[in-house]
């Protein structure tokens, strides 16, 4: 009778048999997940990168809306008509972009760099100051302030003083007395005031997408936090009133497991493995008189038919036996006695195991969709919320370079952020978000699509597998064939 009600558990799912992996299946799971880990990482890299350049036109717009005051004054659905017959189609989605791959390759550079920055102190500042003078060079190329043909600056344009960088030095002091010397050093400080405030505006905008990049990816539905996990214990119940023995001893408490994730059949098989460790456990020597658990059927008396039960009293643990040591050894051969527990699920489920929530493979490719989600509402949340003192810092930056190259600023805001705040610009800056959400959607979904084509499910790749080693088997008996 035992056997069967073992048999018909694993039939319907509830419970499965131990079988113990192999080498060779452990070995086929790990290159299953670098494949994934690999594709996914390559499909991320490519995610990315068509992000950045299916938006660069927009991002240009948008620091030019901020920037002057004819952008107030037009509508937005003639907003992409009045760009076009301002500038070529070249100008308009390539502005700026030679420089801002120079610097990309600079910052994945500098990661390989790294051995070599942990040993030069002054390596890594020089880096950061090389690349926040190249995103205020694409900038200004963005803006129309610097004309796009010139795709890179001149060396320079790095050291503050020369007339191209956006440092400009200020007139020499009077005299060296300590009144001049404050005075000329004030001087410098207030030329790279707006310098500053854009390096200000750059550490800013990393601490917010860093906070709120680990928000959503929190947030959206990913695999990541789907991990299988032992069930919690359950609660500690009252033992029944017996009788007082004096040489008992109580059965040590179960201590919570805490596992990797792992599949239903390793965690039954660990569960099945603790028991065994522990009923090869030396009993105590037998107390002055037996001891008997009292058995289930006596203890739960009338409930044993409740509609508790018949709605789901099935476990996911198979029948154990409880034979007491402490009883009598003299009774004949053949005598034994067995009772069925049903196991306690997680927070009182009748199910056991099977009462766990779904869990989920986790490689990249499966965080893949949650990952460029995160990134795309990231930007997108980030640009708004910076906006105001991203608009105040790009003003400065601008005013301050035309006026220093004797060209007019009457067509560029104020610095202050409320300058030329009317309905019409606020709605050009929301609506272009929107279509920025728009373009990088579909790059998204195109993404998500590769990463469902490139998935394979574990009997997908034992398909692949056995088509791999047959194929090796062909190609093995072709060559025996024709050696002589």
Known sequence: MIRAHNEVMQVIGVAEPDNVPTEADLESVRRHVDYEETMGHRLLRIGRTLEVGGVWGVNGLRARILLYKRYADISFFDLFRYERSQCSMSNLFLAGLPTFLAGHALKLGSHQWAPARTRKRWLNPLLSYIRVHLQLYVFMQRADIIPASKWFPSWTYFIPGFPSSPIPAPEPPKDLTAASLVQYIGAWCINALPFASFVLWGRLWTRVTTYMWQEFYARLPNTVHHRRHLPPPPPPQAAPPSPPVVDAQPPPPRQPVDLPPQNRAELLRDIDSQVASESTTPPDPPPS?????????????????????????ISATLISFDVEATDSTDAPPGLWSAELRPSAGPEGSPYGLAALHPTYVDTMLTRL???LASDIFTVISAYVIV???????????????????????????????FSGLTWRSVTNFVGLEFVHLIIAGELWAMISSLSQLFHMTEEEWKELEEMRRVEVQREREAIERTEP
């Not at 008189?289 to 009293?313: C, I, K, M, N």
């Not at 301050?400 to 067509?411: I, K, N, Q, T, W």
């Open 369 to 371: 969709p949650a990952c």
């Open 289 to 313: 008189q037996p001891l008997r658990r009292p058995s289930a059927f006596s203890t739960r008396g009338d409930d044993f038919g409740s509609d508790d039960e018949e709605e789901g009293g």
């Open 387 to 417: 906006a105001p003192y991203e608009a105040m810092a790009l003003r400065l930056v601008a005013r301050a370079y035309r006026e220093r190259m004797g060209l007019p600023v009457f067509d560029i805001h104020e610095w202050n952020i």
